[in-house]
Structure formats: structure tokens, C-alpha cells
């Protein structure tokens, strides 16, 4: 166990408990990327269509993907429900409300085989509908684009991140429903 013995391994793990404090509220950044190095993370995905089948995307713009288009997603926190995770993102990324449908229309694998932080997610895709306005001041720009501004997409673009291009199936087809919406 690379030479460090099991009380030095205790006492780190001490350290950043102390450090975390209570993980429902997320994880101290350092220690995500730790945690996200040593196992997989699970995430919500959301699938968010209007009426004409487009699909709302979100611009990408980071060290670990960007630049390129991806649906709205996050990880859920320790003790949070996926439902509870999907809200926080639409109110996050996007600063509106969906409903969702109870069960995930898709489970997928997501890995970068050259990256260990941030490599392995299981992702839970959900389709969604818009509950509230979006937010017209993250309204995407191509003249001036920014980390986590938003676009409505007729298919999947090209430039959409690498990890995402299992989606492109969902974000072509016409229109998802959500359980809630299939029920009327």
C-alpha cells in the first residue's frame, strides 16, 4: 500500500473529514477531485425539450471538457435524491424550474481513458420540461461565449463535448416526455 501505514492513512482520512464537514452540502473542491479519482461519481443528465423537439443545450468552457456544447447535468451529493440534484441544476445552470419524470430514460457509462479526475461517471438521463422561464441573461452568444450560457439546438451539434456524443440519439429524437406528461 505504497509504504504509508494504516495509522498515517487514518489520520489523513481524519484531516479531511474535519475538512469536509457534512458532505451533503458538496465537497470542499480538492476533495471532489480526490473522491472523483478514486471512484466513480453519479450524475444527473438533463434532456430538456420544447415542443418543437429542440434540445436545450448549455456552452462548456472548463479544464476538464470545454469548449463544446453539453446537456445540463451535476453531480448528486451524498444523501441527495436525484430528483433534488435535477432542481438544483435547473436553478443553477440555468435559473429555471423543470419537471422530470420519476425514473432516468437513460443510464450510460461515461469515461475518459487519458483523465483519472473526473473520468468515470455513471450518468442518469432524464427528460425534462421547463416549469419556468430560463434565464435570458445566460442566453448563449457567439460573438461573446460563456461558461454555462444556454442555446436551444435543432440536432446535436458538432462541437458538443466528446463524453456527450452518447447523447446525440436523445438530442436528435423528436420529443421525450416526462413520466408526469405520458400519464395525461
Not at 472523483?36 to 456552452?59: A, F, K
Not at 461573446?144 to 456524443?165: E, F, K, S, T, V
Request: aromatic share 6%; proline share 6%; hydrophobic share 40%.
Amino acid at each position: 500500500m505504497n509504504g504509508v501505514s494504516p495509522e498515517a492513512l487514518q489520520a489523513a482520512i481524519a484531516t479531511i473529514r474535519d475538512a469536509v464537514g457534512s458532505a451533503t452540502r458538496g465537497l470542499p473542491e480538492e476533495v471532489f477531485l480526490l473522491a472523483s479519482s478514486l471512484t466513480p461519481m453519479i450524475n444527473v443528465d438533463l434532456l430538456i425539450q420544447d415542443e418543437d423537439g429542440r434540445s436545450l443545450l448549455t456552452w462548456r468552457h472548463d479544464r476538464f471538457y470545454g469548449p463544446g456544447w453539453h446537456i445540463p447535468g451535476g453531480i448528486i451529493r451524498f444523501k441527495e435524491s436525484a430528483a433534488s440534484r435535477i432542481a438544483a441544476v435547473a436553478a443553477g445552470e440555468l435559473g429555471a424550474s423543470v419537471s422530470a419524470g420519476s425514473t432516468p430514460i437513460g443510464l450510460h457509462e461515461i469515461t475518459n481513458p487519458n483523465r483519472d479526475i473526473r473520468g468515470h461517471f455513471i450518468s442518469l438521463l432524464y427528460a425534462c420540461r421547463l416549469s419556468s422561464p430560463l434565464d435570458e441573461a445566460r442566453r448563449f452568444s457567439a460573438e461573446a461565449p460563456r461558461n454555462g450560457d444556454w442555446a436551444w439546438h435543432d440536432r446535436a451539434p458538432d462541437d458538443l463535448i466528446a463524453q456527450q456524443r452518447i447523447y446525440i440519439p436523445d438530442i436528435n429524437r423528436s420529443r421525450h416526455t416526462t413520466a408526469g406528461e405520458a400519464g395525461q
